[in-house]
């Protein structure tokens, strides 16, 4: 459909959650390095969030499985990164 805002389009999407085993966690650290920090801004499901002692903290709900954390913090090895178990995460669906 033309002219439907991307915000709509995602919103077809659905997510089942895997409730006590997030498929992707941040590893404890004291000062998120640039890498880490700037996920907070690029994730494009806004799972990053940054804490009041600033670190680095995700909630994996509604991640779309996009690999661009996984990408980012390749070198600095700071996210453990997991695609969901069969049946669980995102599922895409086409408005
Ligand atoms: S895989 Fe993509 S959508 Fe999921 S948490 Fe990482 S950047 Fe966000």
Redesign the pocket.
């Given at each position: 459909m033309s002219g439907t805002k991307i915000e709509e389009k995602l919103f077809q999407n659905r997510y089942l959650v895997d409730a006590g085993r997030p498929h992707?966690k941040v590893r404890a650290h004291d000062a998120p390095s640039e890498e880490l920090r700037a996920?907070v801004d690029i994730?494009?499901?806004g799972?990053?969030t940054e804490t009041d002692k600033g670190t680095v903290e995700?909630v994996?709900d509604g991640?779309?499985?996009?690999?661009?954390?996984?990408i980012v913090t390749q070198e600095t090895g700071e996210i453990e990164w997991n695609y969901p178990r069969g049946g669980y995460g995102v599922l895409f669906k086409f408005g």
């Open positions: 992707i996920l994730c494009p499901a799972c990053y995700i994996a991640c779309m499985e996009c690999g661009t954390c996984r």
